[in-house]
C-alpha cells in the first residue's frame, strides 16, 4: 500500500552548496600561501600585516621569540662588520705620523764617538838605523800620516855604533813605551853615524842650532812640519823606561 508523499518536499529545491570540485582549489590555495609564508618569514610593512601582535603572543611563546631574537643577533651575518670595525680601527689616520722603527730612527744618528775614530796603534820600528833608506821620504809619510790620524812625528837621529842609541831602543821595545809610541807618534829613525850627507842635512833643518850633537837627537815634529821640541837645545831625558815614557807624553799632545 502505498504511502502519500507531500507536495512541498518533493518541489522544494534543493539548497545551493560549493561543488567539491572548487572546494579543492581553495584548500591547495591556502596550504601554498602558508608555504610562501614560512619561507619568505614575516612581511615588515606595517600596513596589512597578518604577524600575530605582542601582545597576541601566548607566555609559553615569549621564551621562543627572544631566543629567535637571540640567534638573529649573533647571526655570523654580524661578524664582517665586527672585523671590519677593528681593521677600520687598525688604520692609520690620514694625518697621523707613522711610527718609528730601527731603519727610520735612523734619523738620530749619534755622532762617533773618540774611540770609534782613534787611529789603530802603528808599529814601531826595530832597533838599529838603516843606512840605505831614503830618511826624506819617511819623513814625508811620516807627516801625511800623522795629519790624517791626529799624531806627532818623533825623529830619531844617531848611529848603529852608539851605545846610548842601543839603550834608547831598549826602551822602546819595552811593552809601556812601545804603546805610547804606537799611539802617539810616527817614529822615524835617521841614520847620522855614516857619510850621508842627506841624513847630515836633515839634521841640520830640525835642529839647526849647531855644535857638538849627543845622539840620539829626539826631535818632536807637528803634524804641519813645525818643530815643537829638540833634545839638542833641551838636553836627552834619561835612558830609561821613566824618562823617555815622561818625555813622550809631555809632547804627544
Excluded at 621564551?63 to 692609520?92: I, K, L
Aim: charged share 15%.
Amino acid at each position: 500500500m502505498l504511502r502519500p508523499v507531500r507536495a512541498d518536499l518533493r518541489t522544494q529545491p534543493p539548497r545551493p552548496g560549493a561543488p567539491r570540485g572548487m572546494r579543492l582549489p581553495l584548500v591547495a590555495a591556502a596550504v601554498v600561501a602558508a608555504g610562501l609564508t614560512a619561507a619568505c618569514g614575516p612581511s615588515t610593512q606595517p600596513v596589512g600585516s597578518a604577524a600575530p601582535s605582542a601582545a597576541s603572543l601566548s607566555p609559553e611563546s615569549l621564551p621562543s621569540a627572544a631566543s629567535a631574537t637571540e640567534s638573529a643577533t649573533a647571526s655570523p651575518a654580524a661578524s664582517p662588520t665586527a672585523s671590519a670595525s677593528v681593521s677600520a680601527s687598525n688604520t692609520p689616520r690620514p694625518g697621523s705620523s707613522p711610527t718609528r722603527t730601527g731603519a727610520a730612527a735612523a734619523g738620530a744618528s749619534t755622532k762617533p764617538s773618540r774611540t770609534d775614530t782613534a787611529a789603530k796603534p802603528v808599529a814601531v820600528p826595530g832597533p838599529g838605523y838603516d843606512s840605505s833608506a831614503d830618511a826624506q821620504k819617511l819623513i814625508d809619510a811620516a807627516l801625511r800620516t800623522a795629519k790624517s790620524e791626529g799624531r806627532m812625528v818623533l825623529l830619531d837621529f844617531g848611529a848603529n855604533w852608539c851605545g846610548n842609541c842601543k839603550a834608547a831602543d831598549k826602551v822602546f821595545a819595552q811593552p809601556q813605551t812601545a804603546a805610547i809610541l804606537g799611539n802617539s807618534y810616527q817614529l822615524v829613525k835617521i841614520d847620522i853615524g855614516g857619510n850621508s850627507s842627506a841624513n847630515s842635512a836633515l839634521l841640520r833643518k830640525y835642529s839647526p842650532s849647531g855644535g857638538t850633537y849627543t845622539m840620539p837627537v829626539l826631535v818632536v815634529v807637528s803634524p804641519s812640519g813645525t818643530v815643537r821640541t829638540d833634545t839638542h837645545v833641551t838636553g836627552n831625558p834619561s835612558l830609561t823606561a821613566e824618562g823617555i815614557n815622561s818625555f813622550l807624553h809631555q809632547w804627544a799632545s
